[in-house]
C-alpha cells in the first residue's frame, strides 16, 4: 500500500546536501542506464546519472564479455531467432516487443560502431557485432553520456524517489558512498536502470545488484511483472565469482570419486548438477574443447580463466568443483512492468529500462546471460531516456513546487527503537532464497514456510528504527529491497501452478495451457498478485520504426 501526501515527509527547503534541477534523473550506470542518459540529452533534456559505483565500470556487464541479440532483417533470420526463444520461455513473449527490440538493437550495434567500438573482423573484412567486451563497452558509454552534457555522480546510490503534490515521481535523493554527504535531484522524470537483483550471491559484477530500484519504485505504487521467473543460477567455480557459463558446453562434470555424472552437461545438466550439489560435491573439466576451441576461450573471454591461472590449474586437465550461485532477476526475467511503447511504468513519470524491468516482453520466463537482456538494455534505455525527456518537457515544474520523500523501511520513523541489523537480514533472506530445493524446484510447503519467515522479517524490519549514518542507510535499503524481492518472487511462485520457462513447480510438473498469463505483483507490507494477458500477435505487422528524420536528428544528436 503506498502512502498519502500526508503520510509522507516534505521535502524542505533546509536540506544541507548537494541538490541538483534537471529535466530527467537516470537511476543506475550499466548500459541501460547510460543508453538512456544519451538518449534524454539528445532529445533536449537536462540530465544527472546516479550510480551506486563507479559508472563504467559497476554492474554485471562491465567485468565481462557479453553476447548480443544481435539479428540481421535478413529473409526469415529475424522470425528464427525470435523461435529460438519462444518455446522455452512458455510462450510468454509477445511478438511486437521482439520485433522492436530485434531493429532497436540493429541500429544501436550500428551507433556503437561509428562511435569507435572495436569491434573484431573476420577473415573476410566482415565487422562481427554479436558480442561486446564490457570493459570496452562501458568505457566507451561512460564517455559518450560525459559527451552529451550529462552530469554523473558516482558512488552515489539513490536510496528513494520524491514525489509531487499529485504523486508523480519528480526525482530523488541518496548519499555519497565515499563522503558520506547526502544529494537530492529535482527532476521532471526518472528513469530506473538500477538491473536486477543477486541477493549478494558474490556472482561477478552483481555486489551492487540488490533490487534497490524495485523497492524505490514499490514504493510509489509500480507494478512488477514476471517475479516468479527469477531463480536463474550461474555455473561457475566454487573459487571464483566467475558465472560465464558458456564454456561449460565442452565440460565433463565428475563426482568425488572421478565417476562422470551422466547427464550434468546436456541441456537439462544444470538440474542434474543442483541435485548433486545439494548432497556432494561436483567438479568439472574442461576436456572436451580442442586446442583450436582452448585458444579461442582464452581471447574470448580472458578474465574467466584469472581465477584458474591464480590458483595454478588447468581447466582444459584438472578437475576442479563448481558451483551454482543465485543470480535471480539478474538472469531471470521479472522486473518492473513498462505500460508504454516508451518504457513507462504505472506510474507518472517512472520508466524503467534494462534488468531493472521485466524481459518476458522478448523472452517469455526464460532467459539468460547477455544475448536477450543485452539487446533490452541497449533498446529499453534508448527508449525510456527519450520517453522520460517527452515526458520532462510537458510536464515541467518549478523548482520550488512541494515535493515528498517516499522511503519507508530505515528512512522514516517508525514504532520501535531497535535499530537495524542489515547484514542479520540479508543471511536470513538468502537462506530463503539459496537452496536449491527451495528456488531451484519450487512446492507449496516450503514456498508458504520461507514466506512465513519472510512476512515476519518484514514486519519487524518496518518497524526499526531509522539509520542515522549513510553507509548504514545504504546497507539497510539493501537489506530491504532483497527481502522485498524475495518476497514478491515467492507470491509469483505460488500463484503460477504449473511449471513453465524457469519456475519450476514439485507437484505441478507440466504447462497448463490455462494459465497462459503474465502475473503483475505489488506491495510492500501486503503483497499482491494478479493475472495480466498476453498480447495476440498481429498478422503480418512490421515492427514500428522511429522516423527515418527523427532518427537520423538523434544520431546526429549523439555522433
Given at each position: 500500500?503506498?502512502?498519502?501526501?500526508?503520510?509522507?515527509?516534505?521535502?524542505?527547503?533546509?536540506?544541507?546536501?548537494?541538490?541538483?534541477?534537471?529535466?530527467?534523473?537516470?537511476?543506475?550506470?550499466?548500459?541501460?542506464?547510460?543508453?538512456?542518459?544519451?538518449?534524454?540529452?539528445?532529445?533536449?533534456?537536462?540530465?544527472?546519472?546516479?550510480?551506486?559505483?563507479?559508472?563504467?565500470?559497476?554492474?554485471?556487464?562491465?567485468?565481462?564479455?557479453?553476447?548480443?541479440?544481435?539479428?540481421?532483417?535478413?529473409?526469415?533470420?529475424?522470425e528464427r531467432a525470435k523461435a529460438s526463444r519462444f518455446e522455452m520461455g512458455g510462450r510468454l513473449a509477445e511478438h511486437e516487443w521482439m520485433d522492436r527490440v530485434l531493429a532497436q538493437t540493429w541500429d544501436n550495434v550500428q551507433q556503437l560502431a561509428d562511435w569507435g567500438y572495436p569491434f573484431p573482423v573476420d577473415e573476410f573484412g566482415q565487422s562481427q557485432r554479436t558480442s561486446v567486451q564490457g570493459p570496452e563497452y562501458m568505457r566507451l558509454m561512460r564517455k559518450r553520456v560525459k559527451e552529451s552534457g550529462a552530469r554523473i555522480l558516482d558512488h552515489s546510490p539513490?536510496?528513494?524517489?520524491?514525489?509531487?503534490?499529485?504523486?508523480?515521481?519528480?526525482?530523488?535523493?541518496?548519499?555519497?558512498?565515499?563522503?558520506?554527504?547526502?544529494?537530492?535531484?529535482?527532476?521532471?522524470?526518472?528513469?530506473?536502470?538500477?538491473?536486477?537483483?543477486?541477493?549478494?550471491?558474490?556472482?561477478?559484477?552483481?555486489?551492487?545488484?540488490?533490487?534497490?530500484?524495485?523497492?524505490?519504485?514499490?514504493?510509489?505504487?509500480?507494478?512488477?511483472?514476471?517475479?516468479?521467473?527469477?531463480?536463474?543460477?550461474?555455473?561457475?567455480?566454487?573459487?571464483?565469482?566467475?558465472?560465464?557459463?558458456?564454456?561449460?558446453?565442452?565440460?565433463?562434470?565428475?563426482?568425488?570419486?572421478?565417476?562422470?555424472?551422466?547427464?550434468?552437461?546436456?541441456?537439462?545438466?544444470?538440474?542434474?548438477?543442483?541435485?548433486?550439489?545439494?548432497?556432494?560435491?561436483?567438479?568439472?573439466?574442461?576436456?572436451?574443447?580442442?586446442?583450436?576451441?582452448?585458444?579461442?576461450?582464452?581471447?574470448?573471454?580472458?578474465?574467466?580463466?584469472?581465477?584458474?591461472?591464480?590458483?595454478?590449474?588447468?581447466?582444459?586437465?584438472?578437475?576442479?568443483?563448481?558451483?551454482?550461485?543465485?543470480?535471480?532477476?539478474?538472469?531471470?526475467?521479472?522486473?518492473?512492468?513498462?505500460?508504454?511503447?516508451?518504457?513507462?511504468?504505472?506510474?507518472?513519470?517512472?520508466?524503467?529500462?534494462?534488468?531493472?524491468?521485466?524481459?518476458?516482453?522478448?523472452?517469455?520466463?526464460?532467459?539468460?546471460?547477455?544475448?536477450?537482456?543485452?539487446?533490452?538494455?541497449?533498446?529499453?534505455?534508448?527508449?525510456?531516456?527519450?520517453?522520460?525527456?517527452?515526458?520532462?518537457?510537458?510536464?515541467?515544474?518549478?523548482?520550488?513546487a512541494a515535493r515528498y520523500h517516499t522511503g519507508g523501511v530505515a528512512l522514516q520513523e517508525a514504532a520501535t527503537h531497535d535499530g537495524i541489523d542489515s547484514a542479520q537480514i540479508v543471511r536470513a533472506v538468502q537462506d530463503e532464497v539459496f537452496p536449491y530445493e527451495r528456488n531451484w524446484w519450487r512446492s507449496a510447503d516450503l514456498l508458504a514456510d520461507s514466506l512465513g519467515r519472510l512476512d515476519a522479517l518484514w514486519g519487524q524490519l518496518r518497524a526499526s528504527a531509522p539509520t542515522r549514518n549513510a553507509q548504514e542507510a545504504v546497507r539497510a535499503r539493501e537489506a530491504?529491497?532483497?527481502?522485498?524481492?524475495?518476497?514478491?518472487?515467492?507470491?509469483?511462485?505460488?500463484?503460477?501452478?504449473?511449471?513453465?520457462?524457469?519456475?519450476?513447480?514439485?507437484?505441478?510438473?507440466?504447462?497448463?495451457?490455462?494459465?497462459?498469463?503474465?502475473?503483475?505483483?505489488?506491495?510492500?507490507?501486503?503483497?499482491?498478485?494478479?493475472?495480466?494477458?498476453?498480447?495476440?500477435?498481429?498478422?503480418?505487422?512490421?515492427?514500428?520504426?522511429?522516423?527515418?528524420?527523427?532518427?537520423?536528428?538523434?544520431?546526429?544528436?549523439?555522433?
Amino acid at each position: 500500500m503506498t502512502q498519502t501526501n500526508a503520510q509522507r515527509r516534505k521535502v524542505t527547503d533546509a536540506f544541507a546536501g548537494k541538490r541538483h534541477d534537471v529535466d530527467v534523473l537516470v537511476i543506475g550506470g550499466g548500459p541501460a542506464g547510460t543508453w538512456a542518459a544519451i538518449s534524454a540529452a539528445a532529445n533536449g533534456a537536462k540530465v544527472v546519472l546516479a550510480d551506486k559505483g563507479y559508472c563504467g565500470t559497476s554492474g554485471a556487464t562491465a567485468p565481462s564479455g557479453t553476447a548480443v541479440w544481435y539479428v540481421p532483417d535478413d529473409g526469415d533470420t529475424r522470425e528464427r531467432a525470435k523461435a529460438s526463444r519462444f518455446e522455452m520461455g512458455g510462450r510468454l513473449a509477445e511478438h511486437e516487443w521482439m520485433d522492436r527490440v530485434l531493429a532497436q538493437t540493429w541500429d544501436n550495434v550500428q551507433q556503437l560502431a561509428d562511435w569507435g567500438y572495436p569491434f573484431p573482423v573476420d577473415e573476410f573484412g566482415q565487422s562481427q557485432r554479436t558480442s561486446v567486451q564490457g570493459p570496452e563497452y562501458m568505457r566507451l558509454m561512460r564517455k559518450r553520456v560525459k559527451e552529451s552534457g550529462a552530469r554523473i555522480l558516482d558512488h552515489s546510490p539513490a536510496l528513494e524517489l520524491l514525489v509531487d503534490g499529485d504523486g508523480a515521481v519528480a526525482g530523488a535523493a541518496g548519499v555519497n558512498r565515499q563522503t558520506g554527504e547526502t544529494w537530492q535531484v529535482r527532476a521532471n522524470a526518472v528513469v530506473i536502470a538500477t538491473g536486477g537483483c543477486a541477493f549478494l550471491s558474490r556472482a561477478l559484477g552483481c555486489n551492487v545488484l540488490t533490487g534497490d530500484g524495485q523497492l524505490m519504485a514499490a514504493e510509489v505504487g509500480a507494478e512488477l511483472s514476471g517475479m516468479e521467473f527469477s531463480n536463474a543460477y550461474g555455473l561457475g567455480p566454487a573459487f571464483a565469482s566467475v558465472t560465464k557459463s558458456m564454456f561449460y558446453k565442452w565440460a565433463t562434470f565428475y563426482d568425488e570419486d572421478g565417476q562422470k555424472i551422466e547427464g550434468a552437461g546436456s541441456a537439462r545438466g544444470r538440474g542434474v548438477i543442483a541435485r548433486e550439489l545439494a548432497s556432494r560435491k561436483v567438479f568439472g573439466c574442461l576436456d572436451l574443447a580442442d586446442d583450436q576451441i582452448r585458444a579461442w576461450m582464452r581471447t574470448a573471454q580472458p578474465n574467466f580463466f584469472l581465477p584458474f591461472d591464480r590458483l595454478g590449474i588447468d581447466p582444459f586437465t584438472q578437475h576442479f568443483p563448481v558451483t551454482l550461485r543465485l543470480e535471480g532477476t539478474v538472469r531471470g526475467t521479472g522486473g518492473l512492468n513498462v505500460t508504454g511503447r516508451d518504457c513507462a511504468t504505472s506510474v507518472h513519470g517512472l520508466y524503467a529500462a534494462g534488468d531493472a524491468a521485466t524481459r518476458e516482453l522478448i523472452c517469455g520466463g526464460f532467459t539468460g546471460g547477455g544475448s536477450h537482456n543485452a539487446a533490452w538494455a541497449m533498446s529499453t534505455g534508448f527508449w525510456a531516456g527519450a520517453g522520460a525527456a517527452t515526458f520532462a518537457r510537458a510536464n515541467r515544474r518549478a523548482a520550488s513546487a512541494a515535493r515528498y520523500h517516499t522511503g519507508g523501511v530505515a528512512l522514516q520513523e517508525a514504532a520501535t527503537h531497535d535499530g537495524i541489523d542489515s547484514a542479520q537480514i540479508v543471511r536470513a533472506v538468502q537462506d530463503e532464497v539459496f537452496p536449491y530445493e527451495r528456488n531451484w524446484w519450487r512446492s507449496a510447503d516450503l514456498l508458504a514456510d520461507s514466506l512465513g519467515r519472510l512476512d515476519a522479517l518484514w514486519g519487524q524490519l518496518r518497524a526499526s528504527a531509522p539509520t542515522r549514518n549513510a553507509q548504514e542507510a545504504v546497507r539497510a535499503r539493501e537489506a530491504a529491497a532483497m527481502l522485498a524481492t524475495a518476497r514478491w518472487m515467492y507470491r509469483s511462485a505460488q500463484a503460477r501452478t504449473e511449471t513453465r520457462g524457469m519456475h519450476r513447480r514439485v507437484e505441478y510438473t507440466t504447462t497448463d495451457d490455462s494459465q497462459h498469463h503474465r502475473l503483475l505483483s505489488g506491495g510492500l507490507d501486503d503483497i499482491w498478485v494478479r493475472r495480466h494477458p498476453v498480447a495476440a500477435r498481429v498478422p503480418h505487422a512490421a515492427p514500428e520504426r522511429v522516423p527515418a528524420a527523427a532518427n537520423l536528428a538523434v544520431t546526429g544528436a549523439l555522433a
